[in-house]
DNA sequence: AGCCACCAGTCTTACCGAAG
DNA sequence: CTTCGGTAAGACTGGTGGCT
């Protein structure tokens, strides 16, 4: 297996958060501005026929798809209403439908789907006219003897859908896309600048560690880090809209003006050089001999 | 072909600063 | 104080071009 693709999504995101890059945006906000970026540059859209193919061939597991949902929110609506609002969100999604973003249709209609139920049961519940809490666990009948038999408010159907504990589309949308990008970025790298990536933030090695198995010193393996860092802003920043790419872009802008950014070349390493690190070297070799053998 | 000088890049040692 | 990571300075290496 490649180094490049178990760095992979643990990798760089520890990369970037490590280099205070991305603290602050969130996960979710990042997928939205990747995908209307792409959305720019593609600006490809279905056509009518499609759209109404999509509607068709997914009202049914769409309205399956809400029930599933309000079931699993202890929730309960009009059947009526809920096909209806399964049919608005079809129209929106289909509209909006991007097939270039490597996302199912059915992810995409989640998201639009799930939003229109939220504000639906936030606004009866907030009329205080969803009789919910059918489910028998201890928690609803504390909160029945407590609360009386009143429905669920805004905030409890927030708070009850950020809780999951499944992985979002959207997550896995972002990971894909991190993963592709990463993929990418790491197949620049030469042998050692992956292997002191993959050590640093995947295996969580420190860097006397690193340079000692490897041979090197110490500071050479923070060097070769920091080139690689380098050379990931170089090829991820314009991938990437946001704060993270701003940051990248101007990092690379940066070091541009002062010259300090030139061509990337095939680079030819030397053995290390120092007594210590030969002979760590050979003995490593000769280790690994029997087990060739 | 062999030698030499030069240069760009690699690597190490020594030192410094930040954080716990 | 210890640990960890970054930087500066200089040694070293390999490639290249000129000269004999």
Redesign the pocket.
């Known amino acids: 297996m490649p180094v490049y693709s178990l760095v992979g999504v643990k990798g760089l995101e520890q990369v970037a958060v490590k280099a205070g890059r991305i603290e602050k945006a969130s996960r979710a906000e990042k997928v939205v501005e990747l995908s209307l970026s792409k959305q720019k540059q593609k600006n490809k859209q279905l056509s009518a026929s499609d759209r109404e193919k999509l509607v068709l061939d997914f009202r049914l597991k769409a309205r399956k798809l809400a029930r599933s949902i309000l079931r699993k929110w202890h929730a309960r609506l009009d059947l009526m209403e809920v096909d209806s609002l399964v049919d608005l969100s079809l129209c929106e999604a289909v509209r909006r439908y991007d097939v270039n973003k490597g996302a199912s249709f059915m992810t995409f209609m989640f998201y639009h789907l799930r939003g229109n139920l939220i504000r639906a049961v936030s606004t009866a519940a907030s009329l205080n006219v969803v009789p919910v809490m059918e489910g028998e666990d201890g928690a609803c009948e504390r909160r029945k003897r407590s609360k009386g038999n009143r429905g669920i408010s805004a905030i409890e159907v927030a708070e009850a859908l950020s809780s999951h504990d499944n992985v979002l589309p959207d997550e896995a949308l972002f990971k894909k896309e991190l993963v592709m990008l990463s993929s990418n970025a790491c197949a620049k790298l ?1 042998a ?1 600048e992956r292997e002191v990536i993959y050590r ?1 933030y995947v295996q969580e090695q ?6 000692h198995s490897l ?13 690689a860092l380098d050379t990931l802003c170089h090829d991820l920043a314009p991938s990437m809209d946001g704060d993270f790419g701003k940051e990248l872009s101007e990092a690379r802008k940066r070091l541009n003006s002062q010259g300090e950014l ?2 990337r ?1 095939s ?12 002979e760590e070297r050979e003995r490593r070799l000769l280790e690994q001999l029997p087990r060739a053998a």
């Open positions: 030469d050692l640093i420190q860097l006397i560690d690193i340079a041979g090197y010193s110490r500071c050479h393996i923070s060097r070769v880090k920091r080139k030139k061509e070349r680079v030819h390493r030397r053995k290390p050089r120092s007594r210590k690190a030969q």
